[in-house]
């Protein structure tokens, strides 16, 4: 059975009346993880934002969206705020907007834990110094006292990978958790994404331009264009015989582009992932 079902979502600029993403349907089962690839402006962050109802005011949608059997596009606002965070958490592509520039990190991440659990501040101290020493953040105290500009991006997305970890929500989201980064630290937060999934058993819709990343984490594959969903499938099928001609070009520039990164480092096919 489906975790999530997205059926018939359509999101349109209540301004304009221009609709950007027509008519969308998919379905998220228990511990898959679903990329969703595509173009910039092909609107997959809006994809995302609508299922957390986050969009901005500007903008409508309409279609159910399930989650374990909860119509949340029929919930009102304050019972939503609680499926946010606890049943479906969203870590950003920039880490640094994620945060209140003005408090200590570690005030943050009490405050969103407060919302979802009763625990005391000591058991809430011990799970996050649990958890951001498991994503290789060191010294995780002195690490809550820091404001989000004194850390990096790569950090900064631990810290929330982290959060995570203690807030086990059934889905996480991640839009383009890595583009931010740089190749090493993109790297690494990919494999905490995947230790992740293994840990804590959510499920995941995960955002990437990076066609290697998508191979490395994901089970089916969503591709976008111009709002609409143009390809699905398994993620090896995908790989192996895409259907679609657009699908087919993103396919076949990763591969030119790994070409090419072997023809200029005469390496051994390491960019092949
Ligand atoms: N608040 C908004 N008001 C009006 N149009 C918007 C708004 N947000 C996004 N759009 C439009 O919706 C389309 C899809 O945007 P979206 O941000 O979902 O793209 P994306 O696939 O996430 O791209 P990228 O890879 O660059 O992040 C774009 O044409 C964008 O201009
Ligand atoms: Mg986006």
Known sequence: MSLLEVDHLKIWDARTGRILVPDSSFCLRQG?????VGESGSGK???CRAV???NRSGLRQSGRIVLNGVNLSELPEKEMRKVRGRRLC???QNGMRAFDPSRPVGAHLRETLAVHYHWSSGEITEKLKRAMESVGLK???AVMRRYPHELSGGMLQRVMIALAIVLEPNIIIADEPTTA???ITQYEVVEQFVQLRSRIGSSMIFVSHDLGVVKRIADEVLVMKDGEIVERGETRDIFAGAQHPYTRYLVSSKLALNRHFMQLTGGDGVAES
């Open 52 to 54: 957390m109802r986050l």
């Open 181 to 183: 980064l740089d190749a």
């Open 32 to 36: 898959e993880c679903l990329a969703i």
């Open 139 to 141: 010294d995780p105290p």
């Open 45 to 47: 962050s809006l994809t």
């Open 90 to 92: 969203m870590i950003m």
